[in-house]
């Protein structure tokens, strides 16, 4: 495990949460070079190759939170953060990194609806999403439709996202720390 890759990450990252929960935004003027100094310094690491790593990494960690922001009204701030995280983390952490921010957003989302007495609203909401995801993905309904079928952004409960991202890039670096540790890598 590389150290400064994941510092930079845990620190950027602890950045955008405190913007988002003060002004309920991310800023680019984080994003955008986060995302470059991700660029050259796997560059300058490991040459082109992984460049490229840190290119698909940027992008398949970007990728649900664009679906997101288009179909769901999510924050485009969120898909630049998780881009530019991603320059930095690179292929072999995208998956655990995924699956720790949607988890950490997750409860995040549930225990917010709860505390706000929108429980009920919010879980109809993701029902819907996901549903009508799914029948897109499976050729049930066409783009249009399942945009028609989304609920309203308004209507939906808005989180500060940046805690959740923070709180998954935190929770995954410790869950690879410990997954090396316990199998014998350093």
């Known amino acids: 495990m590389l150290w400064a890759p994941w510092g930079v990450a845990v620190a950027a990252s602890m950045i955008a949460a405190a913007s988002d929960l003060r002004t309920r935004r991310i800023p680019n003027r984080l994003t955008g070079?986060?995302?470059i100094c991700g660029l050259a310094w796997t560059t300058a690491t490991h040459g082109f190759s992984g460049a490229a790593d840190s290119l698909l990494a940027s992008m398949l960690?970007?990728?649900?939170?664009?679906?997101l922001f288009i179909f769901a009204g999510g924050g485009a701030a969120d898909a630049k953060l998780m881009g530019a995280l991603g320059a930095w983390?690179?292929?072999?952490n995208?998956?655990?990194?995924?699956?720790?921010?949607?988890?950490?957003?997750?409860?995040?989302g549930i225990g917010y609806a709860f505390a706000k007495g929108q429980a009920q609203r919010v879980l109809s909401n993701l029902l819907i999403i996901v549903t009508g995801l799914i029948s897109l993905l499976f050729g049930h309904r066409n783009l249009r439709e399942t945009r028609?079928?989304?609920?309203?952004p308004v209507r939906m409960l808005s989180i500060p996202y940046g805690v959740a991202i923070f709180s998954g890039i935190c929770?995954?670096?410790?869950f690879i720390v410990l997954w090396q540790h316990l199998g014998g890598r350093s």
């Not at 995208?94 to 995040?108: E, T």
């Not at 028609?148 to 309203?152: D, G, H, I, Q």
Request: charged share 5%; with cysteine; hydrophobic share 70%.
């Open 33 to 35: 070079p986060l995302f």
């Open 61 to 67: 960690l970007a990728a649900p939170f664009v679906l």
């Open 89 to 92: 983390l690179g292929m072999s």
């Open 94 to 108: 995208c998956a655990v990194v995924l699956v720790a921010v949607l988890c950490c957003g997750a409860a995040l």
């Open 148 to 152: 028609e079928a989304l609920p309203e």
């Open 171 to 174: 929770a995954a670096g410790i």
